[in-house]
């Protein structure tokens, strides 16, 4: 059974930063593309970032220069860095395969940025 569990987030003062971890369950990094989504209260839950199992990345405009995503096939963790963060960044993230299943969602992290 896959599971992804989220950690790293907490409240930031605008212009902070944050690394969030998304470790598996199970070895799907080397073959599955890997995603990082966000959802705001009242919101739809966003893809920001996606990686590919062979590497290759791609941003949200909203969070392009800003985000970085990065993965460890070894632990089997996903990450993101997310630099300059802004109040409008505040949200639940989540990770999960790039194609989401909904059978993946985890629980998610809370990132608050707040002055």
């Known amino acids: 059974q896959v599971q992804f569990v989220e950690s790293g987030g907490g409240l930031v003062q605008p212009g902070g930063s944050l690394r969030l971890s998304c470790a598996a369950s199970v070895r799907l990094f080397s073959t599955y593309a890997m995603g990082w989504y966000r959802q705001a209260p009242g919101k739809q839950r966003d893809l920001v970032a996606h990686?590919?199992?062979?590497?290759?990345?791609n941003y949200a405009d909203s969070v392009k220069g800003r985000f970085t995503i990065s993965g460890d096939n070894a632990k089997n963790t996903v990450y993101l860095q997310m630099n300059s963060l802004k109040p409008a960044d505040t949200a639940v993230y989540y990770c999960?395969?790039?194609?989401?299943?909904?059978?993946?969602w985890g629980q998610g992290t809370q990132v608050t940025v707040s002055s």
């Open positions: 990686i590919t199992s062979g590497g290759s990345t």
């Open positions: 999960n395969t790039a194609v989401p299943r909904a059978d993946y």
